[in-house]
C-alpha cells in the first residue's frame, strides 16, 4: 500500500513537472465601452470562466514615477476597476491583473523610470499600492519598446533592473509579474535580455502578431503560423509565430514561461487590382475601416465575422501558412478563423509552452452575432488548452479554398512605427510589423544610439538603427502614404505634428 502510494505520489510530481499549456491570458480593452452597437463591449461581457488570467488596459506612467489612470471616468467613475475584479465572483480561480503601457504611452517615460534607482523604487511602491488598492492580483509591464521609440541604449539593462525591483516586492507581497513583449527575433538584440528575464517574471507573453499589415505595400499574414517558402532572408525569415517562439526559447527563456499570443483581430489591405488576390499580391494602401474599431487597416474578429456572413467574398486557407485569408472587390483581409486558432494552441502544446494569450477578448464574437457560439475565438483557445475540445475537426471549421502562394516581387524590411487615431481617447493599436521599402541610403549615416534615424534627404523615410553597427541599406523603412517621420515621437505621423513640411 505504501509503495503503491509513493508509486502514484511520484507519477504526480512527474505529472507536475511536464505540465504545459495551462494558461489562458486574456487581454480587456477597455476603451470598447465607447464602441457602438454589436461592438460595445462591457466589463460584464467578459467570460471569466475561459480564462485563467484576465488583464485590464491599461494604465500610464507619469514623470514622477508613479502609476498613472488613464481613463477616470470610466476607470474610476463608473466602476471599471471595481466591476472587473468583481469577474472573480463569478470564477474564484481566475487571476485579473492590470498592464502599464500599450503603444500610446510610447517609451521614454519608461526609460527615464527605469534607469533611475531613485523613480525604480518610487514607481515599485506606486505599483504595489495601486494593484493593493484595487484588488489585482498582479502587474503586467507592456513597455512597447525598451531602447526604441524614444528610449535609451541603457534600456536593455534598465528594464532588468526594473523587473528584478519588481520580483523582489512581489514576492513580499504574493502578487504575479508578467510582461508583454514584441515577438522578432531582432527585439532580442536591441531591447530584451532573455535570460535575465527568465529570472525575474511569472510568464512572457508574447506578442506574435502584425507581423504583416497595409505598410507593407503587400498583402500578408497578420500571424502566420509558418513562412512562405520564399521568405527565407534575415528579416523575412523571422516574420512568422513559429520563428518569434523559437528564438525566445533558443534565447534562454524557459518554455513554461512563454505565453502564445493570437490575434482576435485581423489586418486589411486594399488591392492595386482586383485580379490579382494572392499573399504577396500589390497593395495600394489600408482596407475599409469598421463600424466598431473604426481604424482603417484593422478589423476586429466580430467585425470581420459579421463582413463574412453577409456574404460576397472568396474565403482561402495557405497551407503554408496555416491562415484562412478573404477578399472581395479590392479589399482583402488577413484573420484568424477559430480553425486556425486551434492550430496555433496545439502549437503551443506540442512547444510545450506555458500558455496561450488572446488579444484582445472585446474584439471577439461575445453576443453570437454571426452564429458559431459565445466568444468563438477565446472558447476555442480554451477548449483546446485544457483538452476538452476534442479532434481539431470537432471544435472548428474546416478552411475554404486552399491556395498555393506564388513569390511576390516586393520586399519587406521590420517594423515602422505608425501612429493612428481611433475614437476611444484610451485606445492603444499594437505595431510590431514590417514595411516595404527598395531604397538605399544616399549618404553615409552612423546611428547615435538603439533606435531610429530619420532619412535626411526624405523625410517619410528613417531607418532603424543597431548599436556598433554601420547603417545597412535594408534598414531604410518608409511611412505610411501621408505621414512623415517624427523625431520626437520616434514614429510616423501627420505632416502638422512634425517638422516636416508636406
Not at 465601452?33 to 460584464?44: A, L, P, Q, S
Not at 496561450?356 to 454571426?370: Q, T
Not at 477548449?383 to 502562394?405: L, N, Q, S
Not at 506564388?406 to 501612429?419: F, N
Request: net charge neutral; glycine share 8%.
Amino acid at each position: 500500500m505504501k509503495a503503491a502510494v509513493v508509486a502514484g505520489l511520484l507519477l504526480i510530481s512527474i505529472a507536475s513537472i511536464n505540465a504545459a499549456t495551462d494558461r489562458v491570458v486574456c487581454y480587456f480593452g477597455s476603451w470598447a465601452t465607447y464602441r457602438i452597437g454589436n461592438g460595445k463591449f462591457e466589463v460584464e461581457d467578459i467570460n471569466p470562466n475561459l480564462c485563467t488570467h484576465i488583464v485590464y488596459t491599461f494604465v500610464g506612467l507619469d514623470t514622477k514615477g508613479n502609476v498613472k489612470i488613464l481613463d477616470n471616468w470610466f476607470d474610476i467613475n463608473l466602476g471599471g476597476y471595481s466591476r472587473f475584479v468583481q469577474l472573480k465572483q463569478r470564477n474564484p480561480n481566475v487571476k485579473v491583473m492590470i498592464a502599464i503601457g500599450g503603444w500610446n504611452e510610447g517609451s521614454a517615460t519608461y526609460s527615464t523610470m527605469a534607469n533611475s534607482d531613485l523613480l525604480r523604487a518610487v514607481f515599485v511602491d506606486s505599483v504595489v499600492t495601486f494593484v493593493k488598492r484595487y484588488g489585482f492580483d498582479g502587474f503586467d509591464i507592456d513597455w512597447e519598446y525598451p531602447t526604441l521609440r524614444g528610449g535609451s541604449v541603457d534600456d536593455r539593462v534598465g528594464f532588468i533592473n526594473l523587473l528584478r525591483d519588481l520580483r523582489t516586492r512581489f514576492d513580499k507581497e504574493g502578487l504575479i509579474l508578467s510582461i508583454a513583449t514584441a515577438a522578432t527575433a531582432d527585439y532580442l538584440v536591441s531591447a530584451y535580455d532573455v535570460p535575465q528575464i527568465n529570472k525575474y517574471v511569472d510568464f512572457v507573453n508574447l506578442m506574435s502578431y502584425d507581423l504583416h499589415a497595409y505598410w507593407d505595400a503587400q498583402t500578408g499574414a497578420n500571424a502566420p503560423l509558418y513562412p512562405n517558402d520564399w521568405e527565407t532572408g534575415y528579416t523575412t525569415s523571422m516574420l512568422n509565430v513559429d520563428a518569434c517562439v523559437r528564438a525566445w526559447l533558443n534565447g534562454g527563456l524557459s518554455s513554461s514561461k512563454l505565453i502564445l499570443g493570437v490575434p482576435v483581430f485581423g489586418h486589411t489591405f486594399k488591392l492595386a487590382s482586383t485580379l490579382d488576390t494572392r499573399i504577396g499580391a500589390p497593395t495600394i494602401g489600408p482596407g475599409d475601416a469598421g463600424p466598431y474599431t473604426l481604424e482603417p487597416g484593422t478589423l476586429s474578429y466580430l467585425e470581420i465575422c459579421e463582413k463574412l456572413k453577409t456574404g460576397g467574398y472568396t474565403v482561402a486557407f495557405s497551407e503554408q501558412q496555416q491562415v484562412p485569408y478573404a477578399y472581395r472587390g479590392n479589399q482583402w483581409i488577413s484573420y484568424d478563423s477559430t480553425y486556425s486558432i486551434a492550430l496555433k494552441v496545439q502549437y503551443a502544446k506540442r512547444m510545450n509552452l506555458g500558455g496561450v494569450m488572446v488579444w484582445s477578448v472585446e474584439s471577439d464574437d461575445a453576443k453570437n452575432i454571426c452564429g458559431d457560439g459565445q466568444h468563438p475565438i477565446t472558447t476555442t483557445v480554451f477548449k483546446e488548452v485544457f483538452g476538452t475540445g476534442g479532434p481539431i475537426t470537432t471544435t472548428t471549421k474546416a478552411p475554404g479554398i486552399t491556395t498555393t502562394t506564388v513569390k511576390p516581387v516586393t520586399t519587406t524590411t521590420p517594423r515602422p512605427i505608425v501612429t493612428t487615431t481611433t475614437a476611444a481617447t484610451t485606445t492603444t493599436t499594437r505595431r510590431t510589423t514590417t514595411s516595404t521599402t527598395t531604397a538605399r541610403p544616399t549618404q553615409k549615416l552612423v546611428c547615435p544610439a538603439v533606435g531610429y534615424l530619420r532619412n535626411p534627404d526624405n523625410c517619410a523615410q528613417f531607418y532603424q538603427c543597431y548599436p556598433g553597427l554601420p547603417i545597412q541599406s535594408n534598414w531604410l523603412l518608409t511611412c505610411p502614404s501621408g505621414l512623415y517621420f517624427d523625431t520626437k515621437s520616434n514614429s510616423c505621423n501627420y505632416s502638422f505634428n512634425t517638422d516636416c513640411s508636406a
